[in-house]
């Protein structure tokens, strides 16, 4: 791995399901994060984490959970998925909370 | 909340200059990024800006007004490949990052 990759690529599924968006860094980052984007809107933070063991709230958490067990994997769950939860989910990670995110390619899911 | 404006569009000639524009009302400021993203890739870093000034990058520059809350990045010899959107962020006085809804640069041959 190098640099910071997530899983799947894409998804489809269905109203009500449970989903995990995987998360994973390599480049020991304390810090990392959770967006969406959706068009016109830019992107918006979910949840986030400084350090392992800690995770925070961003703009829009309602609906999603996270964990941060360990400093690589931060992953994203739905417990029960909706249509508006239909976007690119994009993670992120840093340094510290002060320096410049790098982010990984993106995971596009569609709810339906 | 936080409030990031940016134009939505832009077009330009190849080799030509072009200038995106910025205004935020943020809650504390603790710096001001800017990031390409083209078309179905993930965003990557260009600048950063936590102090009043021009930062120069090569054939990108990126400048902070902090007392009007105004900031822009200035793309020079455009080329093809700068074709993409570009998003100001602002991280505010707990460290969270802000984006706009991005700026869609087109350039022209």
């Known amino acids: 791995i190098a640099g910071i990759t997530q899983a799947p690529t894409s998804q489809i599924l269905a109203a009500g399901r449970r989903m995990t968006l995987r998360c994973t860094q390599d480049m020991r980052h304390n810090a990392m994060y959770w967006y969406r984007q959706d068009l016109g809107l830019g992107l918006r933070l979910i949840h986030y984490s400084n350090t392992a063991g800690t995770t925070g709230k961003g703009e829009v958490p309602d609906g999603y959970s996270v964990s941060r067990a360990n400093t690589d994997d931060f992953p994203l769950t739905l417990a029960s998925a909706v249509p508006s939860q239909t976007s690119v989910y994009f993670c992120?990670?840093?340094?510290?909370?002060?320096?410049?995110?790098?982010f990984g390619p993106g995971t596009r899911l569609t709810v339906l | 909340g936080q409030n990031i404006d940016q134009p939505t569009e832009m077009t330009a000639t190849e080799g030509a200059i072009v200038q995106i524009n910025c205004t935020y009302q943020?809650?504390?400021?603790?710096?001001l990024f800017w990031y390409q993203q083209h078309a179905g890739e993930a965003p990557t870093f260009l600048s950063y800006?936590?102090?009043?000034g021009l930062e120069e990058k090569g054939r990108f520059s990126s400048f902070l007004s902090r007392s009007k809350g105004y900031s822009y990045l200035l793309l020079k010899e455009l080329q093809m490949k700068d074709s993409a959107s570009y998003l100001c962020?602002?991280?505010?006085?707990?460290?969270?990052?802000?984006f706009g809804a991005g700026t869609t640069v087109t350039v022209r041959a």
């Open positions: 992120a990670s840093s340094v510290s909370g002060t320096d410049e995110q790098f």
């Open positions: 800006n936590v102090l009043d």
């Open positions: 943020t809650s504390g400021f603790n710096g």
């Open positions: 962020a602002v991280r505010d006085g707990d460290y969270k990052l802000s």
